[in-house]
């Protein structure tokens, strides 16, 4: 599902105790946006065949942001070890991130929507980004069509760029994708992995009409429902 990292660039280790490792990190792993690195960003991809409704979150925050949160842990834990500290702050990033994406499916609230990405770059980060990953999967819903509705919550007072993509097989079509007109006005931004697909073909949207994006899928066979 995820591409391979296709750039060489050092990375951190899986949240180290200090700051100090940003220039000791050792990967072969790059991603991000190509704006200002103070910004976070968030690319959706939401995917449907025959078997399977998948949908995508992933999700960059700035690192010195991250690093800050971090300190803050470590403070709040200073009896647990390195191992705890850091399986503990990736638990505590990965479900801030959850409760910060709402899915609905045919008009229903998905509860419980999230699990962490299976993917050995889940929660590392470099001198840029640290990168979080979460996805939703289940069965393909039975009926002539299916509407999703995500929203997001992230970060609500601050800038933040996304990009989505939606993709259809096994006998479905994308009928409706809210995102597809505001990123085709939306700014050219380079993407690096692991990438959601090369995600909407690099083009990336601040609007705040991206936090809420609705996708309908729909029997190959049906009519469209703008004809």
Known sequence: ???????????????????????LGASTAAWGHSFERSFASARYAERLDDQTLEVLVVVELPSLDVLGDFRRYLRDHPKASDAENNEG?????????????????NGQVVDAAWQPVEHAANGLGNTDFFIYMIEHRRPTPEGPSVELELENRLNPAKVVFMTSRAEASGGWRVDEDSAAPLLADGMEGEVVGPDVEEAASGKWSSSEAMRQVRVVFARAHQASSRE
Do not use: E
């Open 89 to 105: 702050f990736l638990k505590q990033q990965l479900d801030l991130i959850s409760s910060s994406f709402d899915l609905s499916i």
């Open 1 to 23: 599902m995820l591409n391979s990292l296709p750039r060489a660039r050092r990375f951190l280790p899986r949240l180290l105790a200090t700051a100090l490792c940003l220039a």
